[in-house]
């Protein structure tokens, strides 16, 4: 099999120590699998700062193009709190997005049997749930123009943002949001305020023509974002994949990722368009930052940063049977009761970082046989 290209950005805090887990898979998967990655690793955020000068370097953004995916970890360092906007760490995330063109974000929550109870809803309306938000992540209201605040005539003053999508924005997410349904249970809910808002009329127009044109294997429903928020802790079950825009998707998201309990188990994926050889920018990373808090001392949850690589096995190389062993692997390490700190409740084991990553892929060698 040829080799897949990787680009492999740590970052700061707890990234580095949560992304030797994955090179732990990366080798069992060659040895047992016999799949080969051509691995380029590079200094990103306070990293970078430290020995460049700069969040990233111009030469990390063409490899990362040049890349079949990135694995990111986090970015974030206290030590460089004193210095402008311009160069902070968070950048090199923020550029990354921008220059690869990523404008889908993938938000994945679901519940594994085992911690059935870290959620704060009662275990019979999570217990099984396993959705996917894709949200809208480069347009929308947080870059629609005009926008300020401005004084008016009497002294007061009016802060404004401007929703606005195009057809064309619609219908690239929407078309990643039908793709991923169909690797899944083929269920899109699009989600808009298409009752008080035009940007919603339209949103929901093009995603019903869209899905006449080339989807309609996959079974379409709509929902108002304010219905969706309340469905989400009612029912979420009901769900599959739900797409929406940039604002919606950033509260909904975070609603959905919370059904699960910890942050230091959720996964995240970023994607571009496919071009016609067939590639797809993808940056793949845990949804929590460096957590500088606990950086270092072996006790941070490596399975958000390890559930992010097999996101990036499924998503970007179309590895459906790694994916599934790596997430079958992680649940039954999870039901042994096994557990970090931040996932920790009576009666389990607990266990720091590197002794969850070796727990895993022996999971692994079970499961290989
Ligand atoms: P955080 O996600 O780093 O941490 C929040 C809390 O969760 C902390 O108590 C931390 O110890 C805990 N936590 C996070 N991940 C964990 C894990 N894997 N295992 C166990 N516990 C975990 O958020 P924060 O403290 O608000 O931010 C810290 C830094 O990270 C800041 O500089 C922020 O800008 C940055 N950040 C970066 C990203 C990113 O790289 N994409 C995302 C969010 C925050």
Not at 234 to 260: C, E, K, Y
């Amino acid at each position: 099999m040829s080799a897949k290209k990787l680009l492999v950005l740590p970052g700061d805090g707890i990234g580095p120590e949560v992304m030797r887990q994955v090179v732990r898979i990366m080798t069992w998967l060659d040895r047992r699998r016999n799949i080969r990655f051509e691995i380029t690793e590079d200094l990103v955020g306070g990293a970078s700062l430290t020995v460049h000068n700069t969040p990233i370097r111009d030469e990390v953004i063409t490899r990362a193009r040049e890349s079949d995916a990135v694995l990111f970890g986090s970015v974030g360092d206290p030590k460089w709190n004193h210095i402008g906007f311009d160069k902070r760490p968070e950048l090199a995330i923020l550029r990354l997005r921008q220059d690869l063109g990523l404008f889908a974000n993938l938000r994945p929550a679901k519940v594994f049997d085992a911690l059935v109870d870290a959620s704060t809803l009662k275990p019979d309306v999570v217990r099984g749930l396993d959705i996917m938000i894709v949200r809208e992540s480069v347009g929308g209201i947080y870059f629609g123009a005009p926008r300020g605040i401005e004084t008016l005539p009497d002294g007061t003053k009016r802060g404004i943002n401007t929703e606005v999508y195009t057809t064309a924005e619609i219908e690239r997410v929407a078309r990643t949001a039908f793709e991923l349904a169909r690797k899944r249970n083929n269920t899109v809910c699009s989600v808009e305020k298409c009752n008080v808002m035009e940007s919603g009329l339209l949103w929901k127009e093009v995603i019903t023509a869209l899905h006449a044109s080339d989807y309609s294997d996959v079974t379409l429903t709509h929902m108002l974002a304010d219905n969706c928020a309340m469905q989400l802790v009612r029912a979420p079950r009901q769900f599959d994949v739900i797409v929406t825009g940039n604002l919606f998707g950033d509260i909904l998201s975070d609603l959905a990722s919370m059904l699960t309990g910890s942050l230091g188990m959720l996964p995240s994926a970023t994607l571009g368009s496919r071009n016609e050889a067939g590639h797809m920018p993808a940056l793949y990373e845990p949804i929590h930052g460096s957590a500088p808090d606990i950086a270092g001392q072996d006790i941070a949850n490596p399975i958000a940063q390890i559930l992010s690589f097999a996101m990036l096995l499924r998503y970007s190389f179309n590895m459906q049977a790694e994916a599934d062993m790596i997430e079958t692997a992680t649940s039954a390490v999870l039901a042994s009761g096994l557990r970090t700190a931040d996932i920790m409740s009576p009666g389990m084991a607990r266990v720091g970082t590197s002794v969850m990553g070796e727990a895993i892929v022996r999971e692994l060698d079970k499961l290989q046989g």
